[in-house]
Structures are given as C-alpha cells and as structure tokens.
C-alpha cells in the first residue's frame, strides 16, 4: 500500500521559515515525480514544486521560486520542501503527490494535479503578518 505522510507545518511568522517532509512507502519511486501543491481555503489546489526522484531534476511555481526549495533523500524514501521567507498568502494546507511511473517534463502535466496518482493528506502552513 502506497502511503505519503507529510509533516512539518504549523504556525510561523512572516519572514520565517518552515521544511517539509513527505515520508513515501510502498511501492518504489525511482521513476516517478514527486510533487508539492497547495490549498488554501476557497481556492484551487495550486501547483508548488516537483523534483524527480530519479535524476533530481526540479520545477517551481513563479511564486515561490527563489523562496522555496524541493530536494529528496533517496535513502529515507522522503521529500522536502525547505520554505524561507514565508509570507502570510503561503498559508494553506500543503500536501505531497507521486505520480506513477512519470517523469512529467512540462509544465502543463508537472503542475497538474491530475497527473499525481499517489496523495498524502496534507499539513497545515500558516503564515501570520
């Protein structure tokens, strides 16, 4: 059974910083995308970051690029979203995402939830101004 837990989130204050950590079992993910989205109340899940588990290769959403950064740890089967200057419109419940046997290359399929077969249940990012 393929499981993604997220933790790290919780409460801090504009100009902090926050990481992320996806733990992902149950199947191996040498081949597929991992992904970070978002969801604020209201609003669309929204695309964050991806990173192939295979090769590294990473892709931002304009609003974080500079501010956010996705790596993994082969090792530890887990993803990380390391959030620094964090702004009060970060706030939302973050969750992690694995396709399944894709390395999604455009931003039209990376940046789509549809293309993630695996989901965690998402933390909660808040961001006080």
């Known amino acids: 059974q393929v499981q993604l837990v997220e933790s790290g989130g919780g409460l801090v204050q504009a100009g902090g910083s926050l990481r992320l950590s996806c733990a992902a079992s149950?199947?191996?993910?040498?081949?597929?995308?991992l992904g970070w989205f978002r969801q604020a109340p209201g609003v669309e899940r929204e695309f964050v970051a991806a990173?192939?588990?295979?090769?590294?290769?990473?892709f931002y959403a304009d609003s974080v690029k500079g501010r956010f950064t996705i790596s993994r740890d082969n090792a530890k089967n887990t993803v990380y979203l390391q959030m620094n200057n964090l702004k009060p419109e970060d706030t939302a419940v973050y969750y992690c995402?694995?396709?399944?046997?894709?390395?999604?290359?455009?931003?039209?399929?990376?940046?789509?939830?549809?293309?993630?077969?695996?989901w965690g249940q998402g933390t909660q990012v808040t961001v006080s101004s």
């Open positions: 995402a694995a396709s399944r046997g894709s390395l999604l290359a455009y931003y039209s399929d990376y940046a789509q939830p549809s293309k993630y077969r695996y």
């Open positions: 149950g199947r191996t993910f040498s081949t597929d995308t």
């Open positions: 990173i192939w588990w295979s090769g590294g290769n990473t």
